[in-house]
T-cell receptor, first 112, second 109 residues
Framework: DGGITQSPKYLFRKEGQNVTLSCEQN?????MYWYRQDPGQGLRLIYY???????QKGDIAEGYSVSREKKESFPLTVTSAQKNPTAFYLC???????????FGDGTRLSIL | GIQVEQSPPDLILQEGANSTLRCNFS?????LQWFHQNPWGQLINLFY???GTKQNGRLSATTVATERYSLLYISSSQTTDSGVYFC???????????FGKGTSLLVTP
């Protein structure tokens, strides 16, 4: 079945540690996105990518990094510079940047 | 930036009841979408509705772009409808979605 797979579902980070969240899609979509959701809030954009080897910062990119080496994959690294990383992270993709977005099941990141 | 207000913020319904959720915008928006986030966090795209009316089973949505609002109708609600409903619109760059704060719905048996 086509879809978006995020892993892991739950992730714990120690102080000063970088962690990487995986996002893979087999929908042949060009555009991919990372959002952060805090409790009781809507989603906020971290990074987006319209095409392979290209990505742009969103509203809250500080402390995060991404890569887009393959069309299917858009991993997000939460660096030690992100001082408040505890949140629910959602990855999405769309055929093109102005098409409906489809979401993965998310990764919950917590600090140890 | 464009402000989006969702109402009501919280809603409790008895199974079988109908409801209307609303999204108001401070300015014209592009390509409005409605999402349902279930209690496990999964986010499902319900409607892609820049204008007009669409229906999908017990759900329907209407967007009146000229008056800067969109409505989501839920008829004969079921407990599985519980969760948070978000409206979202594309930013002017067209590259990402801006989300409202959501309406939290609880449907009781």
């Amino acid at each position: 079945d086509g879809g978006i797979t995020q892993s892991p579902k739950y992730l714990f980070r120690k102080e000063g540690q970088n962690v990487t969240l995986s996002c893979e899609q087999n929908l042949n979509h060009d555009a991919m996105y990372w959002y952060r959701q805090d409790p009781g809030q809507g989603l906020r954009l971290i990074y987006y990518s319209q095409i392979v080897n290209d990505f742009q910062k969103g509203d809250i990119a500080e402390g995060y990094s991404v890569s887009r080496e393959k069309k299917e994959s858009f991993p997000l690294t939460v660096t030690s510079a992100q001082k408040n990383p505890t949140a629910f992270y959602l990855c999405a993709s769309s055929k093109q940047s102005n098409q409906p977005q489809h979401f993965g099941d998310g990764t919950r990141l917590s600090i140890l | 930036g464009i402000q989006v207000e969702q109402s009501p913020p919280d809603l409790i319904l008895q199974e079988g009841a109908n409801s209307t959720l609303r999204c108001n915008f401070s300015d014209s928006v592009n390509n409005l979408q409605w999402f349902h986030q279930n209690p496990w966090g999964q986010l499902i795209n319900l409607f892609y509705i820049p204008s007009g009316t669409k229906q999908n089973g017990r759900l329907s949505a209407t967007t009146v772009a000229t008056e800067r609002y969109s409505l989501l109708y839920i008829s004969s609600s079921q407990t599985t409808d519980s969760g948070v409903y978000f409206c979202a619109f594309e930013s002017n760059s067209g590259y990402a979605l801006n989300f409202g704060k959501g309406t939290s719905l609880l449907v009781t048996p």
